[in-house]
């Protein structure tokens, strides 16, 4: 939208011709979703309090959480508001991409909005059942897949990038390529629910993470620097930086309301969608493997339920003293800011090594 009216500005002065720059739209994107959301913080939470929309604490849980019971959820609404909005001012609405992404977001915050919905009405931690959230998380999976398959324009863009390692890919085909979308997608939208069980736990390995994929971004966007690092020139993908820049903004306005102790939770319109996007962009960028690497944190979250319900089921008993992972180390008597901050800290490890990618092939 802005790219508009600067091209009508230059029409009288050239100097607004810097506000096309790329660097610039995603300073200026991150430092808008940032302000709006900080601007909207307390009016939201105000309001959440006002209507009674207050998390609902499992009772089988650390005793500690007891307390969060009726803290604001669904804080994921304001971080997507702020988040599209800064999107649709600096980004180019001409860019497919862009509205992939926006679409992704819509899509997986519209599924977490009803489970939202249904605790907050039924007062309980349940919310949508299993089979109805997988059904809705697959089906956005194959239309956000099958759309991204209609803007390839070349066999490159369905190839599996293998990092670290030089001129090796795996061709998918076009198969091959919807059935890694879906898991890709699915799993990530999943993960990073699992893992939204603690203040701040899982808005800021999203927040490192969105800002590596955005350095990948901006590089596979541009010739000069995909040439020189040996990474595959996609055109368009660029403009990607500019929606990363937006999604961190919008993260860390939000981490200033949900750090230790929380005013707010994102809630599952928060945490499927965040899931979901850092996904899709993943995918777009050809990175779903450094996506692993980044989220292993998610990974590790997700892997605890995992081998927690096949375990129980196989012996009866537990294999950790609760799933996730992050309240197995609170049963330990870990406290939490001591949990989120460690958490933290292997985020950003498992971020820097997969930026190390770049140089080392």
């Keep these: 939208m802005f790219l508009e009216l600067i091209s009508f500005l230059t029409q009288f002065n050239s100097g607004f011709e810097v506000l096309n720059y790329?660097?610039?739209?995603?300073v200026f994107a991150m430092l808008a979703s940032l302000l709006i959301s900080l601007a909207l913080g307390h009016y939201f939470i105000a309001k959440l309090h006002q209507y009674q929309i207050g998390q609902v604490v499992r009772t089988d849980g650390p005793k500690s959480h007891?307390?969060?019971?009726?803290?604001?959820?669904?804080?994921?609404?304001?971080?997507?508001?702020?988040?599209?909005?800064?999107?649709?001012?600096?980004?180019?609405?001409?860019?497919m991409y862009l509205w992939i992404v926006l679409s992704t977001a819509v899509?997986?915050?519209?599924?977490?909005?009803?489970?939202?919905?249904?605790?907050?009405?039924?007062?309980?931690?349940?919310?949508?059942?299993s089979r109805k959230k997988i059904l809705g998380q697959s089906l956005g999976a194959i239309a956000i897949g099958s759309w991204i398959?209609?803007?390839?324009?070349?066999?490159?863009?369905?190839?599996?990038?293998?990092?670290?390692?030089?001129?090796?890919?795996?061709?998918?085909?076009?198969?091959?390529?919807?059935?890694?979308?879906?898991?890709?997608?699915v799993g990530s939208s999943n993960a990073v629910n699992l893992t939204d069980g603690l203040d701040g736990l899982a808005i800021m390995p999203v927040i490192l993470i969105?800002?590596?994929?955005?350095?990948?971004?901006?590089?596979?966007?541009?010739?000069?620097?995909?040439?020189?690092?040996?990474?595959?020139?996609?055109?368009?993908?660029?403009?990607?930086?500019v929606v990363c820049a937006a999604l961190v903004g919008s993260g860390l306005g939000f981490l200033w309301f949900n750090t230790y102790p929380a005013e707010i939770f994102m809630g599952d319109v928060g945490s499927l969608a965040l899931?979901?996007?850092?996904?899709v962009i993943a995918i777009l960028l050809r990175q779903e493997i450094l996506l692993f690497i980044m989220g292993g944190v998610f990974v590790a979250e997700t892997l605890s339920v995992?081998?927690?319900?096949?375990?129980?089921?196989?012996?009866?008993k537990r294999f950790f003293l609760m799933a996730p992972i992050h309240h197995h180390f609170e049963k330990k008597g870990i406290s939490e800011p001591k949990i989120i901050v460690r958490f933290w800290m292997i985020t950003l490890i498992l971020v820097l090594v997969s930026l190390a990618s770049i140089k080392i092939r």
Aim: proline share 3%.
């Design 66 to 95: 007891l307390a969060k019971s009726g803290t604001p959820t669904m804080g994921g609404v304001m971080i997507l508001f702020s988040f599209i909005a800064s999107s649709l001012i600096w980004a180019d609405w001409s860019n």
């Design 149 to 185: 398959v209609l803007a390839i324009d070349s066999p490159m863009q369905t190839e599996l990038l293998i990092p670290f390692v030089k001129d090796i890919t795996v061709p998918l085909g076009i198969i091959g390529f919807l059935i890694l979308t879906y898991l890709v997608i």
């Design 210 to 241: 969105s800002s590596a994929l955005a350095l990948f971004a901006y590089i596979s966007g541009n010739y000069t620097f995909s040439t020189y690092l040996n990474m595959p020139f996609m055109l368009g993908t660029g403009e990607l930086f």
């Design 306 to 316: 995992i081998i927690q319900v096949a375990y129980y089921k196989r012996t009866k």
């Design 275 to 279: 899931g979901a996007i850092l996904a």
């Design 22 to 26: 790329l660097t610039l739209r995603a």
């Design 107 to 129: 899509i997986f915050g519209g599924i977490g909005f009803m489970d939202d919905y249904l605790k907050i009405k039924h007062k309980s931690s349940a919310g949508l059942s």
